[in-house]
């Protein structure tokens, strides 16, 4: 059970002292009965609450999908470049999401949102293993032998990378996927070029199970959906 402006503040764009200016001029109804005060208790998953005749529809986290595009930081502020938050649509940005876990300036792809910090260590965590799968475009052409130096890990000065799986496309071998269960700071990048390869351009496509929805431009998100939600054992 939850306070009434408690419940329309998490639910809508309100503020509690919006919800208060509501209540005073009649607007909110629970049940079909118009709501006197502010401290009345709702029950989140049993009572209808309506707003204006619109019945509102109360969650307390928002799941996103983005599809990334270049030039923003998985940020929720800087003071010089965009961030990945400026792109929630505004109807969302009451709910505060924030990156799971990051993308660097450059990368494109999918990329999750949320306000639930559990979600987020959850899908984080190092035991959970998750590889997170990358398709580049390359300088030179990769080789087979490739193949086994990412199976094999490699040492870096400040890390060394876990066993990661190098596929070629076999058409055109300047074209690869590349899967790492971490997230070292340009993990992808470093790893090519310990092969003799520059990246020329890098997309996340997908996190897991979970593939970036192909529909999405550069910049367009959407909420998962429960069976993407489901992937994610969640």
């Known amino acids: 059970m939850l306070r ?31 709501a006197r005060d502010v401290d009345i208790k709702v029950d989140e998953t049993q009572d209808t609450v309506c707003v204006n005749g619109t ?6 986290f928002i799941y996103l ?12 502020e800087d ?16 709910f505060a999401p924030f990156p799971v876990g990051r993308l660097d300036k450059d990368t494109e792809g999918l990329l999750l949102l949320t306000n639930d910090g559990q979600f987020d260590h959850e899908l984080m ?54 899967e790492i269960s971490e997230g070292k700071y340009h993990q992808v990048k470093r790893m090519c070029e310990k092969v003799g390869k520059n990246v020329l351009f890098l997309k996340r496509v997908a996190i897991g199970p979970l593939q970036l929805d192909e529909r999405l431009g550069c910049g ?15």
């Open 79 to 94: 003071d010089r470049d965009p961030v990945v938050t400026d792109l929630v649509p505004e109807e969302l940005k009451h």
């Open 55 to 60: 019945a509102v529809v109360y969650r307390k």
């Open 65 to 76: 999908m983005l599809n990334k595009p270049q030039g923003y930081l998985s940020a929720t």
């Open 4 to 34: 009434l402006d408690k419940y329309l503040s998490d639910a809508t764009s309100y503020s509690r002292r919006e919800v208060r200016g509501l209540v005073k001029c009649k607007a909110v109804t629970v049940n079909g009965t118009v």
């Open 125 to 178: 965590s190092p035991r959970k293993n998750l590889y997170k799968r990358y398709y580049a475009e390359l300088d030179k052409p990769a080789e087979k032998e490739d193949i086994a130096l990412f199976a094999a890990g490699m040492e870096f000065k400040d890390f060394t990378a876990k066993p990661a799986r190098l596929e070629i496309d076999p058409d055109d071998p300047q074209k690869v996927y590349v």
């Open 220 to 234: 367009q998100m959407r909420e998962l959906t429960a069976a993407e939600m489901a992937l994610l054992g969640w």
